[in-house]
């Protein structure tokens, strides 16, 4: 079965650090990737994708991401991390399901950013 | 500028109560998907509709249904609500055809069950 798993549960870092998200994920054929952020009491809102191509995509609000088959991963970086950045991070995976296209999500990373 | 809306962004209601969440989207998206959301557990599938009429069930159906009657407008019901369906529910919607489209999301919808 398809799934997404986002090994941390909670991540803190200080301003101005680096930062490294993780996800894995299980899928049978070529997987379309995605990460999302979602502010305090907001809706998720797309960092960037994955679907071919170069491995290294870039996102919105200078974050990117490396899909490694080989590793069944997909992690979020980012060099510099900014105080705004604190929110919770979700990976997902786009699921072909009996001619139907879902979306299966991790159950998320919650970023602290330390001033 | 794409745009998914739900009709509320805070719930407040009793144990028993049929409860309504409304969800609009102006994209003319073919896809339809409500998600709970809790702490812990992430995003869980509810029900999802790939077109007017049809729905199938997600991961967590029991104690929910859904009706599309426009493509535009994609509400979840609660028949009877409960404590335990106390949590976020999150309406997104999604273009049909397009292997690498992504969801797009609504605010939100907080639901307490008192």
């Known amino acids: 079965a398809q799934s997404v798993t986002q090994p941390d549960i909670h991540i803190t870092v200080s301003e101005g650090a680096s930062l490294e998200l993780r996800c894995n994920y299980s899928?049978?054929?070529?997987?379309?990737l995605f990460w999302y952020v979602q502010s305090p009491g907001q809706g998720l809102q797309l960092l960037l994708k994955?679907?071919?191509?170069?491995?290294l995509v870039q996102g919105i609000k200078g974050f990117e991401a490396e899909f490694k088959r080989s590793q069944s991963s997909f992690n979020l970086r980012k060099p510099s991390v900014h105080w705004s950045d604190a929110a919770e991070y979700f990976c997902a995976v786009g699921s072909f399901t009996s001619g139907t296209y879902k979306y299966i999500f991790g159950t998320g990373t919650r970023l602290k950013v330390l001033a | 500028d794409v745009k998914v809306t739900q009709s509320s962004r805070y719930l407040v209601k009793r144990t028993g109560e049929k409860v309504f969440l409304e969800c609009v989207q102006d994209?003319?998206?073919?896809?339809m998907f409500w998600y709970r959301q809790d702490p812990g557990l992430g995003l869980r599938l509810i029900y999802f509709?790939?077109?007017?009429?049809?729905?199938e069930k997600g991961d967590i159906p029991e104690g929910y249904s859904v009706s599309r009657e426009k493509k535009e407008r994609f509400s979840l019901i609660l028949e009877s609500a409960s404590t335990n369906q106390t949590s976020m529910y999150l309406c997104?919607?999604?273009?049909?055809?397009?292997?690498?489209?992504?969801?797009?999301f609504g605010q939100g919808t907080r639901l307490t069950v008192v």
């Open positions: 997104a919607s999604s273009r049909t055809g397009v292997v690498n489209t992504e969801a797009f």
């Open positions: 509709s790939y077109d007017v009429k049809m729905k």
């Open positions: 994955y679907f071919s191509g170069d491995t």
């Open positions: 994209m003319d998206h073919e896809n």
């Open positions: 899928y049978g054929a070529t997987p379309y």
